[in-house]
């Protein structure tokens, strides 16, 4: 017998016969315990079912009931393959992720466990967090729901990582050089261990003087070229604190400066609430932690 809810009813475990159909009805919902785990048997002489029965209220004798001797009834269930998991997070990352660069491209390390389930619609929903950090996926997660209850949460950060395209120096840079085309070439990396502020647009590096000695290989990032920050310290800046279907615009200052992209620091003018937010431009943050 196949079963798809917690619960065995006196229907599934016997044939009723010889009494009215409102009878019968009422008595095929009777509740005879708890059904077997998703995918699961369990197996009942009828001895077993009677049993259930008198524990009910109901005398079996009183009613025409075909209880084989054995019954074995069988839990329906839904399935999530990790397979599923992995072809959800590349399509979600690739879609969602931003990088200057141009597209990401997610590499799978290893198929994350799949889950058996109670029988439903299942779905998903990602969960990343907000910060520049998220290009890496280091607080990826995929919700699992069961018509639309979630029952369970996913990491998926140990088993893939994106990649995308940034500058490096194509050879060794001394400090006060000016940048030519032939000084960076493009490369892709690991968008978790590229470095803060790195740039991914030649046209950003050629012709800046590099502040200090870059080396071949070495990630070019704004912090190593003489350029001003977006966003200096001190300066009076618009903040952007968005809420659950909600934004909120306020007065700060930074506390640090950076460039677009960056995660510095803040102050609010109102309540003086330290926070931190990512730079839009260049008079515009947008907190991500509050």
Known sequence: ???????????????????????????????????????????LARSQVEARLYNAGIDPALYQ????????????????????????????LERNIVWPGGPVRVEF????????LPYGAVTFSAVLDRSPDQSGARSFRIDIYLDGVKQRTQSMSSYLELY???LVAARDIPAGAYLTDADVEVREVRLDQARRGALTNPDDVIGKKA?????????????????????????????IIPGQ???????????????????????????????????????TVEIVSH
């Open 164 to 166: 995308g395209d940034t």
């Open 1 to 43: 017998m196949v079963v798809v809810d917690e619960d065995i009813l006196l229907g599934e475990a016997a044939d009723i016969s010889g009494v009215s159909d409102e009878t019968k009805a009422s008595l095929a919902v009777l509740k005879l315990g708890r059904a077997p785990q998703p995918d699961k048997d369990l197996n």
């Open 65 to 92: 009931l075909v209880i084989p001797d054995t019954v074995t009834f069988h839990r329906k269930a839904s399935f999530v393959t990790g397979a599923q998991l992995l072809e959800f997070a590349k399509e979600y």
């Open 245 to 283: 279907g909600f934004v909120v615009s306020a007065r700060g200052k930074a506390l640090e400066a950076g460039f677009k992209g960056d995660l510095i620091r803040v102050i609010t003018l109102g309540n003086r609430k330290v926070l931190e937010g990512v730079i839009l431009d260049g008079s």
């Open 109 to 116: 390390i290893k198929e994350p466990p799949g889950a058996t």
């Open 211 to 239: 502040r200090r000695a870059i080396r071949a290989g070495e990630p070019v990032t704004r912090g190593a070229l003489n350029v001003d920050p977006d966003i200096k310290a001190n300066a009076v800046i618009n903040l």
